[in-house]
């Protein structure tokens, strides 16, 4: 079975400044997909960023950054000169190639930002 | 561009009624997949519909079931409701060959 973990249930970061979010998986499976998603308080999941597990090169997105480490089973996320509107929940999460949309997610990482 | 839509956004019911919830997908997406997240936790897989097939299913109960139409739009029905029900449920769709499913905004259900 695949899961995702999240050890860190909540974060806080000053506004401008950069925070990592962590995140470990768990799976036999070779060819999968990870993502990071975000939830705001308006409750609308927004996909942040999403890695190929073939590809040995992090994926980025503006800001927003991942360290992808598929030997250790690792997949963080890095948010750099943190703003207001990045205040959400941040859930990880992980699919198989052929689950045909079947994301499994972590328990997710609420995170702060403060002026 | 339009992104993925739910119907209704509020819904309060009594235990072992039935509802239905719909969903419309972004233009062009084929794919349509339902989730429940219970406040606190993140979501659940429920289903995946892809051309009016059901291409994947959850550890959910029977009393779950959903269905796509021609036009990809999709139906979530749960009977006999249980308190245990209530919920953020979230549609999804997603493009083939592009991994990573885009969410609509939910339809948040109330179970008394």
């Known amino acids: 079975a695949q899961t995702v973990t999240q050890s860190q249930p909540e974060m806080s970061v000053q506004e401008a400044e950069t925070v990592t979010l962590s995140c470990t998986y768990d799976t036999s499976e070779n060819n999968y997909y990870l993502f990071w998603y975000k939830q705001p308080p308006s409750r609308q999941m927004i996909l942040v960023i999403r890695?190929?597990?073939?590809?040995?090169q992090n994926a980025t997105e503006n800001r927003f950054s991942v360290n992808f480490q598929k030997a250790a089973k690792s997949f963080s996320l890095k948010i750099s000169d943190s703003q207001l509107g990045d205040t959400a929940m941040y859930f990880c999460?992980?699919?198989?190639?052929?689950?045909?949309?079947?994301?499994?997610f972590g328990p997710g990482t609420s995170l702060s930002v403060i002026p | 561009d339009a992104g993925v839509t739910q119907s209704p956004t509020h819904l309060i019911k009594t235990r072992g009624q039935h509802v239905t919830l719909r969903c419309s997908p972004i233009?062009?997406?084929?794919?349509v997949s339902w989730y429940q997240q219970v406040l606190g936790q993140g979501p659940q897989f429920i289903f995946q519909y892809y051309e009016k097939e059901e291409r994947g299913r959850g550890n959910f109960p029977d009393r779950f079931s959903a269905r796509q139409f021609p036009n990809y739009s999709s139906e979530l029905n749960v009977n006999a409701l249980l308190l245990g029900d209530s919920a953020l449920y979230l549609c999804?769709?997603?493009?083939?060959?592009?991994?990573?499913?885009?969410f609509g905004p939910g339809t948040r259900l109330l179970v008394l």
């Open positions: 999460a992980f699919m198989i190639a052929t689950s045909y949309d079947k994301v499994i």
């Open positions: 890695q190929e597990a073939y590809k040995q």
């Open positions: 233009s062009g997406h084929k794919s």
């Open positions: 999804a769709s997603s493009l083939e060959g592009l991994a990573g499913p885009y």
